[in-house]
């Protein structure tokens, strides 16, 4: 079976779970399934082999809509001289249709649904995800929570969606980096990712800097989520935890080795289409706290603790509990091992000939 995964999002994204997503249900997609990529004029880092059609570019302002309108076009005559059995779609285009080949549609998260006011094109994204949704013939939800999300916002049949879990890219064969247990002699706290909106990032800060035992004996490492801005190095420096509070990032490598030195990640947000780094944290050995909302709890399971109503006072006895820190590490290598991606790529083909066969 013939499947074309669409150039949407190589066009708009050089790293990210989503792209890396599409490229690991390339690699590890069953026999049964003939993967073609036409990832177009891209940027991405991980489009690559012999699957992926296209042509890597150097990014620079201005450029994606000119990237977009000439792989839009090239896709077409891709697609009428390969002939695909199904179309899967990366991301929301502005096509509609895949013609006479039905269509599989992946939603991530509906976030611009839910947090509007912290878009500026939430409008425009909203109306693409929501024709996207319509004409596909079937949709793909990375959550059960997603699922309902789609449902409730986009008024989208229950029969119309499929639940498939991702899945943490495995880090074994890497080469191996030096321990860092501590960051400036100090045991630490790590955040990943973006830290404005929803994340909730300002929730740990406060948490953090009202534990006396916390700013005296830890450090706190954000990782990803760009360089930190004027205003947070300002309130860092305004709760008096400068020589605490350290803004990192890098690779995947450099990531892993934060994730498995950390004495925990806490990862305060309030939605989550699935919430990767919980999972990779949990891959990696590492201790999970975060909110029992949204997608979390489908990916934590009972190997998280959940924030309760005293934060501080909950993350200041975690972080010195050895006992269940170390009960938390077990739980979660042991969750962590309900996803994988032969799983996801496996249930991706099942619904592929689903969809095909009717």
């Known amino acids: 079976m013939r499947v074309l995964y669409t150039y949407d999002i190589f066009t708009k994204q050089a790293y990210g779970g989503i792209s890396r997503y599409i490229m690991e249900l390339v690699k590890h997609a069953p026999s049964s399934i003939d993967p073609r990529v036409f990832a177009g004029l891209h940027i991405n880092a991980y ?41 899967h779609r990366t991301y929301y285009g502005p096509e509609s249709s895949g013609g006479r080949c039905p269509v599989v549609l992946t939603v991530y998260d509906m976030i611009h649904e ?100 916390l700013r005296s004996e830890v450090d706190l490492v954000c990782f990803g989520g760009g360089a930190a801005t004027s205003t947070e190095k300002q309130k860092v420096n305004d709760l008096g935890l400068s020589s605490s509070v350290h803004f990192a990032g890098g690779d995947d490598r450099q990531l892993n080795l934060f994730y498995k030195n950390a004495r925990l990640l806490v990862y305060p947000s309030l939605y989550e289409g699935f919430g990767l780094p919980v999972l990779e944290a949990m891959q990696l050995g590492c201790p999970v706290m975060c909110h029992r909302i949204s997608s979390l709890p489908e990916v934590a399971g009972a190997a998280a603790e959940y924030i309760g109503p005293d934060f501080t006072e909950q993350l200041a006895a975690l972080v010195f509990d050895e006992s269940k820190l170390a009960q938390l590490r077990g739980k979660g290598l042991i969750q962590s091992r309900t996803f994988s991606w032969i799983k996801c790529a496996e249930e991706t083909a099942a619904l592929y000939k689903s969809i095909a066969a009717n």
């Open 114 to 213: 839910r947090f509007p006011e912290q878009y500026n094109d939430s409008g425009a994204l909203t109306a693409r995800k929501l024709a996207n949704c319509k004409s596909a013939d079937h949709i793909i939800a990375i959550s059960e929570s997603t699922k309902q999300d789609l449902i409730e916002y986009f008024g989208i049949p229950e029969t119309k969606i499929e639940v498939i879990y991702l899945a943490a890219t495995e880090s074994e064969g890497r080469p191996s980096l030096p321990s860092a247990s501590t960051v400036n002699g100090r045991p630490f706290i790590l955040f990943v990712g973006a830290r404005g909106g929803y994340k909730n990032f300002d929730s740990l800060l406060a948490a953090f800097s009202a534990s006396e035992r």
């Open 47 to 87: 489009a690559s082999g012999k699957a992926v059609s296209g042509l890597k570019l150097r990014d620079f302002p201005g450029a994606g809509g000119m990237r977009d309108r000439i792989s839009r076009t090239s896709q077409a005559v891709y697609s009428r001289l390969t002939r695909p059995d199904l179309i």
